[in-house]
């Protein structure tokens, strides 16, 4: 599960489009069972076919949504106190590090005399940004010390390391086999994609993260094979299209901090992707949102999911910064999950509940469920809009989906499902492995 949260609401224009144009400035959802589901379905399985249906789909319920991401917090601060606190909303942080945007050199000053000390910087070049990290004092409590440098700094922006939960990630370089030249791409920041998965055959994937070592995540996995998956179970909405693939994980108990995402969607802006998918959630983040404001304005699209709250919760980030494709699950029927978040911050919906996707090792196949599963398909659908940035084409590229979406009324936006439903036909029903 990937989370995030930060509070800004994403403001309704005619298509929420044209704002776009002119702007200036995670955890898996859920644990799902793996599902004991054919690799392929060929002459060879032609045994297994004739077994029992129980045989090859699980029957075990899955597990209610709509508070998975608060236990899975609580979780991981249970166990990992070591490496974790929660900050004054409870959310999950990097325990005594606190993040600064680009600050100044009198900052840091200020900063070292409080008791802080710079413990890594990040050069996010093609933001034309620094990201600092600060360690706080032992005894020190972090709260106390970002509310202190606000106030030392009022120009400034630091904030928490907050936590997107999954499996952090370290900056590294591009590995694997690289996109060929001129084929367009799409982005995925998550856990770690599993390339060697038969889905996967043939595509071009390039990834980024954890130091060279490949750390497969059972989300990050489903996400991306719902993006550009193919083979004769599973395809995805962009099977043509190549990924680039940042995780921000590793494996780590506090890993898919801030400080990665930004990192991540540093080395994508460098990549030249035009649409992103962000499948975490979480709480609001000014340094996050800084990032996030500065590659829309280098106009890419981040796609992201809305999350499985429920819907009287509080929006989660990024989905509701603005600007963002938040993205919200459906069912077969076309109705939204009962544990989706509403509101103004959902621009679309596509399928998130009875289907099918990727899973790292045995068996390859699992049934998913959550609005985490519903933003790979909009984002792959919009990649083919939007080979690389461009403002004014990122625009046109909403308003086309925008008008392809089913269920929707004309001119307006719904808070359930936004501008209506998109790849409806892309879900991969559990029913079409047994």
Same mark, same amino acid.
């Given at each position: ?20 144009? @002119? ?62 606190? @929660? ?19 009198? @900052? ?42 606000? /106030? ?17 990630? #370290? ?14 791409? /799409? ?35 489903? /996400? ?20 680039? #693939? ?77 600007? /963002? ?98 790849? @409806? ?10």
């Amino acid at each position: 599960m990937k989370f995030l949260l930060v509070n800004i609401k994403k403001p309704r224009t005619a298509l929420a489009i044209a704002a776009l144009a @002119a702007a200036g400035p995670a955890c898996a959802q859920l644990g799902l069972p793996r599902l004991p589901l054919p690799q392929q379905i060929g002459p060879v399985e032609l045994e297994r076919l004739r077994r029992p249906a129980e045989q090859l789909l699980q029957r075990a319920p899955l597990p209610e949504l709509g508070g998975l991401r608060l236990d899975t917090v609580r979780a991981l601060l249970r166990r990992h106190p070591a490496l974790l606190e @929660a900050d004054p909303r409870g959310e999950p942080a990097v325990r005594g590090e606190v993040l600064a945007w680009s600050p100044s050199t009198a @900052a840091l000053e200020a900063a070292a005399q409080a008791g802080l000390v710079v413990v890594r910087e990040e050069a996010l070049a093609a933001l034309h940004e620094r990201l600092v990290v600060l360690r706080v004092p032992a005894g020190a409590a972090t709260a106390e010390l970002v509310e202190r440098l606000r /106030v030392l700094d009022p120009q400034g922006i630091y904030d928490f390391n907050h936590v997107y939960t999954g499996s952090g990630a #370290a900056p590294g370089v591009p590995e694997g086999r690289g996109a060929a030249q001129g084929v367009r791409g /799409v982005g995925l920041v998550d856990g770690g994609v599993d390339a060697a998965h038969p889905v996967f055959g043939g595509a071009a994937v390039t990834r980024w993260g954890c130091g060279g070592r490949h750390v497969p995540d059972a989300h990050g996995t489903a /996400v991306a094979a719902l993006m550009v998956g193919r083979s004769e179970v599973l395809r995805g909405a962009a099977p043509e299209a190549a990924l680039y #693939a940042a995780d921000v994980y590793c494996g780590d108990p506090a890993g898919g901090a801030a400080d990665r995402i930004a990192a991540a969607l540093d080395w994508l802006a460098r990549q030249q992707v035009g649409v992103i998918n962000i499948s975490l959630v979480g709480p609001p983040n000014a340094l996050l949102g800084r990032a996030v404001a500065a590659m829309q304005e280098r106009g890419h699209l981040l796609v992201a999911a809305v999350g499985n709250d429920g819907p009287g919760a509080p929006p989660l980030y990024p989905a509701s910064y603005r600007g /963002v494709v938040g993205v919200t699950g459906v069912d077969r029927r076309g109705k939204p999950l009962p544990e989706a978040a509403r509101g103004p911050q959902v621009m679309f919906a596509a399928p998130g509940s009875q289907m099918v996707s990727a899973a790292p090792g045995a068996p390859p196949y699992r049934q998913v469920r959550g609005t985490s599963f519903a933003a790979p398909i909009v984002a792959a659908l919009l990649a083919g809009r939007l080979p690389k940035p461009d403002r004014l084409a990122a625009a046109a590229a909403l308003k086309d989906l925008a008008a392809e979406a089913a269920g929707g009324k004309p001119g307006s936006v719904s808070n359930e499902t936004g501008y209506g439903i998109v790849g @409806a036909s892309l879900r991969t029903d559990p029913s079409a492995l047994r």
